[in-house]
């Protein structure tokens, strides 16, 4: 086998390994978070707090499915450029069915991943803060606190629901891209 095939091939594999157990992971939280741990949650109501706190505060689960993103969108974008170069130009690439697929899919991810970014990053912290701000409170703790924790809640909520399906539209596009 030639030298280069073969450090192709490797370079090729170990970013296809990279993106694709990062994508899953990352799609896979997303899916737990929005279909079964916020819908718990709401139905628990105060009682999920002390969890929710350590999810979110303490062991920072939506920093970790942002890394898990952030990996993903990496890896890809190297699978991304070869597999464009190997079309000769990026016109080349896009006015092909697989290249205009997979640009779909890139694109529909990367705003997944700025959504978690831009939006459920800072109102998952705005959470924690809020809850430890009630947890510390001497007696009743201010009703303007205690309104902003279901509008940060839905906030979140409909955020993890938009990036989740800009993921679908992603991972449906990667998977199906050879086959259009």
């Given at each position: 086998?030639?030298?280069?095939?073969?450090?192709?091939?490797?370079?090729?594999?170990?970013?296809?390994?990279?993106?694709?157990?990062?994508?899953?992971?990352?799609?896979?939280?997303?899916?737990?978070?929005?279909?079964?741990?916020?819908?718990?949650?709401?139905?628990?109501?105060?009682?999920?707090?002390?969890?929710?706190?350590?999810?979110?505060?303490?062991?920072?689960?939506?920093?970790?499915?942002?890394?898990?993103?952030?990996?993903?969108?990496?890896?890809?974008?190297?699978?991304?450029?070869?597999?464009?170069?190997?079309?000769?130009?990026?016109?080349?690439?896009?006015?092909?069915?697989?290249?205009?697929?997979?640009?779909?899919?890139?694109?529909?991810?990367?705003?997944?991943?700025?959504?978690?970014?831009?939006?459920?990053?800072?109102?998952?912290?705005?959470?924690?803060?809020?809850?430890?701000?009630?947890?510390?409170?001497?007696?009743?703790?201010?009703?303007?606190?205690?309104?902003?924790?279901?509008?940060?809640?839905?906030?979140?909520?409909?955020?993890?629901?938009v990036s989740f399906a800009f993921l679908v539209v992603a991972v449906l596009a990667m998977s199906t891209a050879r086959y259009w």
């Amino acid at each position: 086998m030639n030298g280069a095939l073969l450090a192709t091939s490797t370079y090729l594999i170990v970013f296809r390994i990279f993106h694709i157990l990062a994508g899953v992971a990352w799609a896979g939280s997303v899916f737990l978070v929005v279909v079964f741990l916020q819908p718990s949650a709401a139905a628990v109501g105060p009682a999920a707090s002390p969890v929710l706190m350590e999810l979110l505060g303490k062991r920072r689960l939506i920093d970790r499915i942002i890394g898990l993103g952030v990996v993903t969108v990496v890896a890809g974008g190297f699978l991304y450029w070869h597999d464009w170069q190997a079309f000769g130009s990026l016109s080349d690439f896009l006015s092909s069915h697989f290249g205009l697929v997979l640009t779909i899919g890139g694109v529909c991810a990367i705003v997944a991943l700025l959504i978690g970014i831009f939006g459920s990053r800072p109102a998952a912290r705005r959470l924690v803060e809020l809850g430890g701000t009630i947890a510390a409170a001497e007696g009743p703790p201010p009703p303007e606190i205690v309104a902003e924790v279901p509008v940060q809640q839905q906030r979140l909520k409909v955020l993890s629901r938009v990036s989740f399906a800009f993921l679908v539209v992603a991972v449906l596009a990667m998977s199906t891209a050879r086959y259009w």
